[in-house]
């Protein structure tokens, strides 16, 4: 799995992996709405990750993951859910632990996040 994807590719994955847990369908104003982004950045952003092969778009506009998307979308997803609990535990308000863990989980290498993983898991 590839996380060479840059931090945008990355949160627009993470956006649809956490909109779809919600609904069976998301389009790409679903998306807009949710990132707060404008349509001409969020068809864009779907062109790109449809040409990677990271998402499929239906004829009715519904997006889905590939088997990769969905993959790099969950290890997002459990970074900024594990460092933000990480944070709370430290007194860290939630939506400035939620804030900090979308800045961080993009870049903290793997060992450090395995390290905090840890860490919250024996709390």
């Given at each position: 799995?590839?996380?060479?994807?840059?931090?945008?590719?990355?949160?627009?994955?993470?956006?649809?992996?956490?909109?779809?847990?919600?609904?069976?369908?998301?389009?790409?104003?679903?998306?807009?709405?949710?990132?707060?982004?404008s349509?001409?950045?969020?068809?864009?952003?779907?062109?790109?990750?449809?040409?990677?092969?990271?998402?499929?778009?239906?004829?009715?506009?519904?997006?889905?993951l590939?088997?990769?998307?969905?993959?790099?979308?969950?290890?997002?997803?459990?970074?900024?859910?594990?460092?933000?609990?990480?944070?709370?535990?430290?007194?860290?308000?939630?939506?400035?632990?939620?804030?900090?863990?979308?800045k961080?989980?993009h870049?903290?290498?793997?060992?450090?996040?395995?390290?905090?993983?840890?860490?919250?898991?024996e709390?």
């Amino acid at each position: 799995m590839s996380l060479h994807l840059q931090e945008s590719g990355q949160m627009y994955l993470e956006t649809i992996y956490v909109l779809l847990k919600k609904s069976s369908a998301v389009r790409a104003i679903d998306i807009g709405e949710h990132m707060g982004y404008s349509k001409p950045s969020v068809s864009r952003a779907m062109g790109l990750l449809k040409n990677a092969g990271y998402i499929s778009v239906d004829k009715d506009g519904l997006i889905s993951l590939s088997d990769e998307g969905r993959q790099i979308a969950e290890k997002i997803y459990e970074r900024h859910t594990i460092i933000t609990k990480f944070f709370i535990s430290l007194g860290v308000d939630e939506k400035n632990a939620s804030e900090d863990a979308c800045k961080i989980e993009h870049d903290i290498s793997d060992a450090s996040f395995e390290a905090i993983k840890k860490y919250v898991e024996e709390k």
